[in-house]
């Protein structure tokens, strides 16, 4: 399988946004972890000096082969199977900006939440407001944005919601006057995710405590098997 977007290794420059995003769900990343659509391992190095049983799973094979020669030092294990296709059960299972790539991603979500161990965690960052859909989006093949109405239709029996919160009010405003200023864009450029990453994200940091997590480009939502 072939990833069909170009943008990892200009969004592996946004490490301020990783690392918030780590701040948000460090605490639930466990035991023996699996990443899902690890791509090129942007976010894995933020937590994995810290997990002595870590699993990353990518399908494409140029990502795969990247993260392996990137993680060749470590103790990680590496995989091309889908979550279905492993015979194992995980405390901690995460799909940061992964599952809208996944075209059945409720039957995804409930395959994922059947692997967790009891008290397990299930970790899901998306870029949240259909009505944001772009260009982008498309290229990258998102097959969708999500609303709250998603998650909350999910009725996964024997869980409990421990985090469902919007993240990067500032973003949002960004990503709307992108997509109408900057119509015939794909990609955005090094520098527009340099600004965003640098400059607005750290004053998302407020405003998203500003607005209480109600609103914001992405949604991060924390469950767990009881």
Same mark, same amino acid.
């Given at each position: 399988?072939?990833?069909?977007?170009?943008?990892?290794?200009?969004?592996?420059?946004?490490?301020?946004?990783?690392?918030?995003?780590?701040?948000?769900?460090?605490?639930?990343?466990?035991?023996?972890?699996?990443?899902?659509?690890?791509?090129?391992?942007?976010?894995?190095?933020?937590?994995?000096?810290?997990?002595?049983?870590?699993?990353?799973?990518?399908?494409?094979?140029?990502?795969?082969?990247?993260?392996?020669?990137?993680?060749?030092?470590?103790?990680?294990?590496?995989?091309?199977?889908?979550? =279905?296709?492993?015979? #194992? @059960? &995980?405390?901690?299972?995460?799909? /940061?900006?992964?599952? *809208?790539?996944? $075209?059945?991603?409720?039957?995804?979500?409930?395959?994922?939440?059947?692997?967790?161990?009891?008290?397990?965690?299930?970790?899901?960052?998306?870029?949240?407001?259909?009505?944001?859909?772009?260009?982008?989006?498309?290229?990258?093949?998102?097959? =969708?944005?999500?609303? #709250? @109405? &998603?998650?909350?239709?999910?009725? /996964?029996?024997?869980? *409990?919601?421990? $985090?469902?919160?919007?993240?990067?009010?500032?973003?949002?405003?960004?990503?709307?006057?992108?997509?109408?200023?900057?119509?015939?864009?794909?990609?955005?450029?090094?520098?527009?995710?340099?600004?965003?990453?640098?400059?607005?994200?750290?004053?998302?940091?407020?405003?998203?405590?500003?607005?209480?997590?109600?609103?914001?480009?992405?949604?991060?939502?924390?469950?767990?098997?009881?």
């Amino acid at each position: 399988m072939k990833y069909p977007g170009k943008e990892l290794e200009n969004f592996d420059k946004a490490t301020i946004w990783r690392k918030y995003i780590y701040f948000h769900i460090q605490s639930f990343i466990r035991a023996k972890v699996l990443e899902v659509g690890a791509g090129i391992g942007s976010f894995t190095e933020n937590y994995k000096h810290k997990i002595k049983d870590l699993t990353l799973s990518e399908l494409d094979a140029n990502n795969l082969k990247i993260i392996k020669k990137k993680f060749k030092s470590t103790n990680l294990s590496f995989t091309n199977k889908t979550v =279905k296709n492993l015979n #194992k @059960n &995980f405390d901690t299972i995460m799909y /940061l900006n992964v599952l *809208e790539h996944v $075209k059945n991603d409720k039957n995804e979500i409930k395959i994922a939440f059947q692997k967790l161990k009891k008290n397990g965690h299930l970790i899901i960052l998306v870029p949240a407001h259909n009505e944001l859909y772009s260009k982008f989006d498309k290229a990258v093949g998102h097959f =969708k944005r999500y609303d #709250k @109405n &998603f998650f909350d239709n999910l009725n /996964l029996k024997n869980s *409990e919601i421990k $985090k469902f919160i919007f993240l990067d009010s500032m973003g949002y405003l960004l990503y709307f006057l992108n997509k109408f200023f900057f119509k015939d864009e794909v990609y955005p450029s090094k520098f527009k995710i340099l600004i965003w990453d640098k400059i607005f994200t750290p004053m998302t940091f407020f405003l998203d405590k500003l607005f209480l997590n109600k609103f914001g480009k992405n949604i991060l939502y924390i469950v767990k098997k009881l």
